[in-house]
Structures are given as C-alpha cells and as structure tokens.
Nanobody, 124 residues
Framework: QVQLVESGGGLVQAGGSLRLSCAAS????????MGWFRQTPGKEREFVAA???????SNADSVKGRFIISRDNAKNTVYLQMNSLKPEDTAVYYC??????????????????WGQGTQVTVSS
C-alpha cells in the first residue's frame, strides 16, 4: 500500500511558476512509476507527466517545454515544476503511483494509487 500526499498548489498569475510535490509512504518508492494528472469540473482526468522507476519521463503535448517532472528517491518524493503557466492549466492536480513495468506510462488505468489532489489556479 502506498499513500500519496500532494502539496504546492495555489494561485498564480499567467506566466508564473509553481512546483508541486508528492510525498509517498513506504520503503519501495524507487520501484514505482510516478505520474501527475489533472482534472477540471466536468472533464475526465488527463495525463500531464510521468517518470518511470528507471527515470524515463513522458509529458503531455500541452505541457512540453513548460513542465518538468523529477523524483528524489531518497526523499520518497516526486516533483512537477510548472513554468510559463497558462489559465488553461487551472485544475486539480493528482499524483499517482504504479508498479507497472511497461513502456507506455501515460494511461490513467495503469495507476493503482492516487493522492487527494491539490488545486492550481492560474489567473489571466
């Protein structure tokens, strides 16, 4: 069982930056692929970025060149550095974890554990 706790959300002006953190419980964090997803009211939860247990990363086209995912296995934490934020980035951001070993790590269905979410609001 893995428990995930997100932090770092808030209100920021367009063009600004935020860094989200996701702290995970357990002693096997390094074995998990970690992902960030986001959701707005009335829409499905969508993939943002992921980093595999081996360090490979994947980003949604909408955030490429602006968001960077990273992990610190010593701290059991995954980060999402969000730069050049846009109003359309406004959403609840969720952290997720999976022991999946496949190449494609963007699908919502492969993730077994989810955090409670943190609100990010970007004002224009």
């Amino acid at each position: 069982q893995v428990q995930l706790v997100e932090s770092g959300g808030g209100l920021v002006q367009a063009g600004g930056s935020l860094r989200l953190s996701c702290a995970a419980s357990g002693r096997t964090f390094s074995m998990y692929t970690m992902g960030w997803f986001r959701q707005t009211p009335g829409k499905e939860r969508e993939f943002v970025a992921a980093i595999s247990w081996s360090g490979s990363t994947s980003n949604a086209d909408s955030v490429k060149g602006r968001f960077i995912i990273s992990r610190d296995n010593a701290k059991n934490t995954v980060y999402l550095q969000m730069n050049s934020l846009k109003p359309e980035d406004t959403a609840v951001y969720y952290c997720a974890a999976t022991r999946f070993r496949g190449v494609v790590i963007t699908g919502r269905g492969i993730y077994d554990y989810w955090g409670q979410g943190t609100q990010v609001t970007v004002s224009s």
